[in-house]
């Protein structure tokens, strides 16, 4: 092969010298740096989905179905179940992990010419999906302890009258919930400004200490709610992600998305996950408590520690987070840099990976010390 790089081909402009979403896949003991569960599917599910599998497989010389029926009821009647509102199947829709449910929200609602605004720092894909749609990215602003300042936001809001507006909640990377009247009150400013579409990405909210935002969507039909599998469900290989929305929302991102995108495998392979919901969520409880530990026995040994409704923690301040990052790798512990100035985060994982983690950073401090 000759030596070609990308800026020898005629890439579009605006990715010239961009790097890709990039957290190291790297094969050390312990890896706490992309929010997994850290607990395997249990057995009995794993039966479920290879039955289900089996049978799908019998039908894959077909399409699947195009508009995942069963499976968009199933995650209306969990969403109705746990969300504290009433959602149908012409509200909820589905794709390949939130990270599509995202690009399709900015295909639809984005692209040349128009603008996407977040709160940073917080989830890199938001700003990446923009990039990659063609939307102009406004990065709006957080205060000293990473919560959305309502005064400030609403100022950005009417500066800027973006189309799209994200809010993270709880927020990753820094683990720490919006409360809900933030953001009745952003959609509003949102609405006065152009009116735009406020997605709520809520991929760790079944870990949070409140409630989902689900019953916001009442009377606001540009307020959409994202949601994932790849976390409470500990199903991050499945690539599943939802959302719930108005039925003319759900009917607008079925104009962009590619047909048959969700494949005949994924969708009875979620379908099975949600048949184990209870047992799936039943790790979020111990999640939780891990979360919680961390958090107290970082504080305990002088660390800095964002307060986290998430299943991780954010955790500082270092006078070099990379130096620190990579001090804690040498120890076979990979957290997470996620470029916040003296901090990093790291994934509540089992309560042995935990301790492993919590040795590293100890003799880090002490090293220090
Ligand atoms: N939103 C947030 C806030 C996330 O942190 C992530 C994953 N890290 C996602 C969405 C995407 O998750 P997935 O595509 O696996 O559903």
Known sequence: MSDVRIDDLPVRDELRGTSPYGAPQLDVPVRLNTNENPYPLPEPLVERIAERVREAARGLNRYPDRDAVELRTALAAYLTRTGGHEVGLR?????????????????????????AMGF?????????????????????????????????????????????????????PTGNAVPRETVAALYEAAQAAKPSMVIVDEAYVEFSHGSSLLPLLQDRPHLVISRTMSKAFGAAG??????????????????????????????????????????????VAQLKQ???????????????????????????????????????????VLVRDNGVPGRLRVTAGTPAENDAFLDAVRELKNEVE
């Open 238 to 283: 499945l690539r599943l992600g939802y959302l719930a929305a108005h039925p003319a929302v759900v009917d607008a991102v079925q104009l962009v998305r590619l047909p048959y995108h969700l494949s005949a495998i994924t969708q009875v392979t979620a379908l099975a996950a949600l048949e184990h919901t209870d047992t799936l969520l039943g790790y």
């Open 290 to 332: 891990e979360r919680d530990r961390l958090a107290d026995e970082l504080r305990a040994m002088g660390y800095e520690v964002t307060a986290s409704d998430a299943n991780f923690v954010q955790f500082g301040r270092f006078a070099d987070a990379h130096e620190a990052w990579r001090k804690i790798l040498d120890r076979g």
């Open 91 to 115: 509200n909820v829709w589905a794709a390949n992990g939130s990270n599509e449910v995202i690009q399709q929200l900015l295909q639809a609602f984005g692209g040349p010419g128009r603008t």
């Open 120 to 172: 940073e720092p917080s989830y890199s894909m938001h700003a990446l999906i923009a990039r990659g749609t063609g939307t102009g990215w406004i990065s709006g602003p957080r205060d000293e302890d990473f919560a959305i300042d309502l005064a400030a936001a609403e100022k950005a809001i009417a500066e800027h009258c973006p189309d799209v507006v994200f809010i993270t909640t709880p927020n990753n």
